[in-house]
Nanobody
Framework: QVQVVESGGGLVQAGGSLRLSCAAS????????MGWYRRAPGKQRELVAT???????NYADSVKGRFTISRDNPKNTVYLQMNSLKPEDTAVYYC???????????????WGKGTLVTVSS
């Protein structure tokens, strides 16, 4: 059993900051890539940022320079520091982790249930 749980969402004014956290737990053997995605009202889910186990990062153009993804491998946790937030960043943010569980020789994608970020103008 594996769980992926996000936290840290909320309401913030434009220009403000929030930090999202996502912790994976359960019978985890290893975690490869981890990332954040978001779905804004009326839009499809989109990639926000990803990070490999070695720390290589990738960002959507819309968040470059404002958001920073990081991870704590021993804690199986990934973070998203969001600065200079804009109303268009309003969305449900989802955590994704590619996890290999104990006794399996392949990994699978696991998703959290999401955390709502609302940026007011």
């Amino acid at each position: 059993q594996v769980q992926v749980v996000e936290s840290g969402g909320g309401l913030v004014q434009a220009g403000g900051s929030l930090r999202l956290s996502c912790a994976a737990s359960g019978s985890i053997f290893s975690i490869a890539g981890m990332g954040w995605y978001r779905r804004a009202p009326g839009k499809q889910r989109e990639l926000v940022a990803t990070i490999t186990s070695g720390g290589s990062t990738n960002y959507a153009d819309s968040v470059k320079g404002r958001f920073t993804i990081s991870r704590d491998n021993p804690k199986n946790t990934v973070y998203l520091q969001m600065n200079s937030l804009k109303p268009e960043d309003t969305a449900v943010y989802y955590c994704n982790a590619h996890i290999q569980v104990a006794h399996r020789n392949y990994g699978m994608d696991y998703w959290g249930k999401g955390t709502l970020v609302t940026v007011s103008s």
